[in-house]
DNA sequence: CACAGGTACTAGACTAAACAAGGTACCTGT
DNA sequence: ACAGGTACCTTGTTTAGTCTAGTACCTGTG
């Protein structure tokens, strides 16, 4: 369902994701869900997000408040602790690194795909 | 065991990586590993690389033949497929994608301190 | 000749994490 | 009452990287 279909590429990048948008505003599950959408993440299921946010609660990375809504149940609002800013920045710096080795080589063009006997007719 | 210690990150980017440096070069196991770390990723173990191969030949993205070694075992060469290639530039274009969403974010500096709780609307 | 050390590949169990599918329950407006 | 949006949670499945261990080949040294 995700515009990038490649599930396996957002592995590792969910949690600096969340903890960077909960540094920037506190928000709550379903908010994040809409907030991943925003920038780009457009088939991100709300199955996938909430599961992320238990492990980061349960790490203790962020901490948790429940807020009455008017326009539904309770929202559980989530923030970074310190634990948490530290991880961001932590993973922030792995995945910087990591583009750092990768997008070089395949942002370069595919060498040439060596011609095949040319059969011509 | 690798320098950048989150494994999860690495999930979706072996495989184009791989055949990436296939596609460049035909290459056996072990030299792959080689050139995995010179690129950076010095602490990728073989025990990752080989699984990896293994799949993207039961996939059908590369094939492959048996070469003797004058310092060792017989060693077997990969090459990409037509398959391989393709694949190579899909999952180039998902990477690319994803790091033009993520990196944006991350590389922003993270937010400072705690923001007032979010009033509700 | 034995054996150490580098080369080269394989197999199995473990683990983390995204995802799909399904469920519960609240609230407002008709 | 009920439809539809809001809000959260859980379970099972699948993928893929990692760890550990093992096999086996080859060269050089004593």
Known sequence: MNQIHDPQLLKGV????????LAERESYGYELVQRLRQIGLTG?????????LARLEREGRVSTRLVA????????YYRPTDDG?????????????L???????????????????????
């Open 14 to 21: 969910l949690s600096p994701l969340l903890l960077w948008l």
């Open 44 to 52: 991100i299921a709300d199955g996938t997000v909430y599961p992320a």
């Open 69 to 76: 809504s008017r326009s539904g149940p309770a929202r559980k």
């Open 85 to 97: 800013y530290a991880a961001l920045t932590e993973s922030t710096g792995n995945w910087l690194s």
């Open 99 to 121: 583009t750092e080795i990768v997008s070089p080589v395949l942002a370069r063009p595919v060498p040439p795909q060596p011609a095949p006997p040319a059969e011509e007719n």
